[in-house]
């Protein structure tokens, strides 16, 4: 076990719809990282936010959103559904340290789109 | 451009014998290479890692070696037993701001130890 948890495990919704994925990072990281993985495409980075501050952003859709609240907590937000969109996908936490993070995933959230 | 490049994509051995899988990185400013297994259904646990600072890491059965002249990382797995099938991924660093970075990861290599 990780120490990062994600909900809901899985997830199957219809094209055109919105679904919010939750990810509780480990106890004391400030990092939150969002990861989509698909079968051709891999693990991709989505977005990254340390301390409730977007610090990066990857390969994200203008129809996905993320925010990570005061009690660090981290919400993935993915609206206008198409059917590539049905993917795992990943949260993972860290915590900054000088020489580069440890990054630890959670156990996933998989949509799929009908 | 961030990328990293994994191989091979597929690798089945003996049960005993010896696993190699081989990344390369492009960018000279990555300073932290990680390798996660990846079980059915289940998300990529961290299962060895390696700094910049460093050549060579191992931890029983696992060791990873890194080149940063040539950008080449390599995990070796000795004695494979029919449990450490899986998908591997390596990934490094790239860092952005204070000390906070992503990983971009490599495209996986399906590892089958046959029994």
């Known amino acids: 076990d990780s120490g990062v948890t994600q909900t809901p495990k899985h997830l199957i919704t219809a094209t055109g719809q919105r679904v919010t994925l939750r990810c509780s990072p480990r106890?004391?990281?400030?990092?939150v990282y969002w990861y989509q993985q698909s079968l051709d495409q891999g693990l991709q980075f989505l977005i990254h936010?340390?301390?409730?501050?977007?610090?990066a952003k990857g390969n994200i859709l203008e129809r996905f959103s993320a925010q990570q609240f005061p009690d660090l907590h981290s919400e993935l937000n993915l609206s206008s559904l198409e059917l590539g969109d049905s993917a795992l996908y990943f949260c993972?936490?860290?915590?900054?340290?000088?020489?580069?993070?440890?990054?630890?995933f959670g156990e996933g959230s998989w949509l799929t789109v009908v | 451009g961030e990328n990293v490049e994994q191989h091979p994509s597929t690798l089945s051995v003996q049960e005993g014998d010896s696993a190699v899988i081989k990344c390369t990185y492009s960018d000279s400013a990555s300073n932290y290479f990680p390798w996660y297994k990846q079980e059915l259904g289940k998300g990529p646990q961290l299962i060895i890692d390696i700094r910049s600072n460093v050549g060579e890491k191992k931890d029983q059965r696992i060791a990873v070696t890194l080149n940063k002249t040539a950008k080449h990382f390599s995990l070796h797995i000795t004695e494979t037993q029919p449990e450490d099938s899986a998908v591997y991924f390596c990934a490094a660093s790239y860092p952005y701001g204070g000390a906070t970075n992503k990983l971009i990861f490599g495209t996986g290599t399906l590892l089958a130890v046959q029994p």
């Open positions: 993972a936490s860290s915590s900054p340290r000088v020489a580069g993070n440890t990054i630890y």
């Open positions: 106890s004391g990281d400030l990092s």
């Open positions: 936010y340390y301390n409730g501050e977007e610090r």
